[in-house]
């Protein structure tokens, strides 16, 4: 499809009217008509020409604009759209429509597109922290990264999650700092951020010609040329000299880019002790070899919303971030007892070797379920039979495709280094694919971070429970952060994941593409009623009604367990004699469990107690199973009435971890909550305090933890033991307790009525 007669017009008289070349702009209009083309690039291409790039930063730092960005140079997309749907249409990658809405991006997307005969697969990821499992997954299927960083932001929170993301997959990344037409826009202090807090050997390649509102272009370090981007759509992009007032700046910044580099890189060093003048390609080749062994980031500038530096960010990808060949992937042998043998896999683009891929999302699709999938090695074609290594089981790829957002194009087959998707495979995120020959293979998984917050969840209405078990399902296998379970003791169906934020976005979910609307609410913590000294009991259970009737007599103590043993029940059997026969005994402990189920204090189940039977009576007619089955349920309601009895609460072990200067209101907050602290480590500038806490007290702790450190702040908690809760618990517990009872006999005289 070409371009209007009207805009190739524009083009030429613009470029004739500025003095540009005839053939800069017959170049312009190669480009400008190849963007408005959406032939997809589908070639096969050689490993060299194969780039696998993913866009990750910070929330709101401005990813997908530059992914939209990205599709419009390359000639993906014939036109660009904003994020939020301003337009009506909103941004290609956010094609879910609660992300239009919202403006964020909840799930990653992937697309492909070309750039100066390459084939680049890009995958656009989330920003917020509750949706971190989406950059974890794309991350460990990459070959490198574009880090996003906001010039007026900077290195915020979700930029330390990220960087550690690259640092555990080895992933080399650019970095690119964005929004430089903003007010208070300063990318010197992005650089010394980068440097100082997230340590890396960083430099510029460009500077800014202008920032805020005066933004125009850039300054090219290394080819020392100054590159400005005009209407239309910042397509045409003027090279011109660099002015006299900034050659000074230029030269001095172009030799630090120069040391940085030559520190790392030996080709370089030695040109540089031997005071030799780089050429342009040596900078340019030890920028790449640094780049890929992540010993230098490379820094652009740009304004992705004006229109500005996209261009030469795609040429920087192309030029400083590895193809599949210069990335080493390893896979698991576990043919052999013992730990896993690693082997070097093959990246050539052929059959030559056996296929292996790793299968890193899952989505539910129009037509079943959409497994994404990164080839490592290998070649697979539509039809062919594949194995998934954990399972064993055989299948065949009836449908192979390659993604565009929500968009699918047929392929007849794909080879190492390229992503696809398959339908009507049945595996988990994280399964390995081989074909017959080397089924002991595998790829190491995903690391998958523990939830760290859970909420109860059920549908409002009972007409949808059917709906909402559906997209519960679906939302579970595709996001292994979202974990929801039946809890038996409060009878509620809790949901955990990473956030509140995460947990909304899946209950509106529900509403919207199952039609289940559904109630969040917190969930109730499993307390405990124990008994805090030994008591006696001897009950009589006796009841004539005429013919046959029932009796029974238990005589013992009940004990309490020490701490260790706070959520046991024990049943011990000392009676002697024939007073309460053998047959019996069983019925005993069944009352005697089943009168645990519900305490006396707060209605929470009864632990930490030893029924110790010593003596007993029983009638040669009237005693049955049943009979002392009542007596074992009376005789700890006895014990309810003259025992001394206290709660008990779950206390967990925390751990938090955040940067030094917030360590004060973090342990100001954590004594809020009643915390026992327990140790404390620190590091680099950061901190860790160990420390138990009760699980009552730490509701809406992520989100305070991250509000108290500007979100540089995590924790994880496990279950650690149960312990006597405080006072000012129980007798909140007991006051709710016995106003629940005070209703139900309401409502029961009621009915009666």
Not at 181 to 205: E, G, I, M
Not at 688 to 699: A, G, Q
């Amino acid at each position: 499809m070409l371009l209007p007669t009207v805009c190739k017009n524009l083009i030429f008289s613009y470029g004739r009217h500025h003095g540009i070349k005839r053939i800069h702009i017959s170049k312009i209009w190669r480009i400008a008509s190849a963007s408005y083309s959406k032939k997809p690039a589908t070639e096969f291409k050689e490993v060299e020409k194969i780039r696998n790039v993913g866009i990750s930063a910070h929330i709101d730092s401005g990813k997908t604009t530059l992914t939209e960005r990205i599709l419009f140079y390359s000639g993906r997309v014939s036109e660009m759209h904003e994020v939020k749907g301003k337009d009506g249409v909103g941004a290609t990658m956010d094609f879910m429509e609660l992300e239009r809405q919202r403006g964020i991006t909840i799930q990653s997307a992937a697309t492909y597109t070309e750039w100066k005969d390459v084939n680049i697969n890009i995958i656009d990821t989330p920003g917020h922290v509750d949706f971190t499992v989406e950059v974890e997954r794309a991350l460990r299927v990459l070959d490198g990264a574009i880090l996003v960083l906001c010039a007026v932001g900077g290195v915020q929170s979700q930029t330390f999650t990220v960087n550690r993301q690259m640092a555990r997959y080895g992933v080399p990344c650019l970095a690119f700092i964005n929004k430089l037409d903003r007010t208070n826009a300063n990318p010197t202090r992005v650089l010394d951020q980068l440097r100082t807090k997230l340590h890396h050997n960083a430099a510029f390649l460009q500077l800014p010609v202008g920032l805020e509102s005066e933004h125009k272009g850039v300054i090219d370090l290394v080819r020392r040329k100054v590159i400005y981007f005009e209407e239309p759509s910042g397509l045409i992009l003027r090279e011109e000299a660099i002015p006299a007032d900034r050659l000074k700046e230029v030269e001095e910044k172009r030799q630090e880019l120069v040391e940085c580099v030559a520190n790392v890189d030996e080709l370089l060093g030695e040109i540089f002790l031997e005071e030799r003048t780089p050429t342009e390609d040596d900078i340019l080749a030890a920028i790449r070899r640094s780049c890929i062994r992540r010993a230098f980031t490379p820094i652009l500038l740009g304004s992705a919303l004006k229109n500005r530096g996209v261009q030469l960010l795609l040429d920087a990808v192309v030029d400083f971030l590895p193809n599949p060949s210069e990335v080493q992937n390893y896979g698991l042998d576990e043919s052999n007892p013992g730990e896993p043998e690693k082997i070097l896999l093959d990246s050539k683009r052929d059959s030559s070797h056996p296929f292996l891929g790793l299968a890193f999302k899952l989505e539910a699709g129009k037509f079943g379920q959409l497994t994404y999938v990164r080839v490592y090695q290998g070649c697979l074609k539509k039809g062919d039979t594949i194995f998934n290594t954990r399972t064993q089981k055989k299948m065949r790829v009836p449908r192979l495709v390659r993604m565009h957002a929500d968009q699918m194009e047929d392929v007849q087959e794909v080879f190492a280094g390229d992503i696809c998707a398959l339908f009507g495979v049945d595996c988990a995120s994280g399964d390995t694919f081989v074909t017959r020959g080397n089924l002991h293979i595998s790829m190491e998984s995903i690391y998958v971070p523990d939830p760290v917050i859970s909420m109860s969840i059920k549908p409002a209405d009972k007409g949808s429970q059917d709906s909402f078990a559906k997209g519960i399902a679906r939302f579970t296998r595709e996001d292994p952060t979202f974990q929801v379970h039946f809890d038996p003791e409060s009878k509620e169906s809790i949901a955990s994941g990473m956030g509140e934020l995460h947990l909304e976005i899946y209950a509106q979910r529900l509403e919207r593409e199952y039609n289940a609307k559904c109630i969040l609410g917190r969930p109730k913590v499993a307390f405990r009623e124990s008994i805090v000294s030994e008591c006696e009991f001897d009950y009589l259970h006796k009841r004539q009604s005429g013919g046959l009737g029932q009796f029974g007599r238990v005589i013992g103590l009940l004990q309490a367990l020490p701490p260790e043993g706070y959520t046991h029940l024990e049943f011990v059997d000392e009676t002697t004699g024939t007073n309460v026969p053998r047959q019996f005994v069983p019925a005993i402990e069944k009352g005697f469990r089943m009168a645990c189920e519900k305490g006396a204090l707060s209605g929470h189940k009864v632990s930490g107690v030893r029924f110790v039977l010593q003596d007993g009576q029983h009638h040669a007619v009237d005693s049955c199973e049943f009979s002392f089955q009542l007596a074992a349920e009376g005789a700890i309601k006895q014990v309810f009435n003259s025992g001394r009895w206290h709660i008990l609460e779950p206390v967990m072990t925390v751990e938090v971890t955040a940067p030094t200067e917030f360590q004060g209101s973090v342990l100001s907050g954590l004594t809020k909550r009643h915390a026992v602290i327990t140790g404390q480590d620190a590091t680099e500038g950061y901190f860790s305090i160990f420390c138990e806490v009760p699980l009552n007290d730490m509701f809406g702790y992520s989100t305070e933890l991250r509000s108290m450190t500007q979100g540089k702040g995590e924790f994880s908690m496990e279950y650690s033991k149960y312990c006597p809760a405080l006072s000012s618990t129980q007798e909140q517990l007991m006051t709710q307790w016995d106003q629940e009872l005070a209703k139900g006999m309401a409502d029961k005289k009621k009915k009666l009525s």
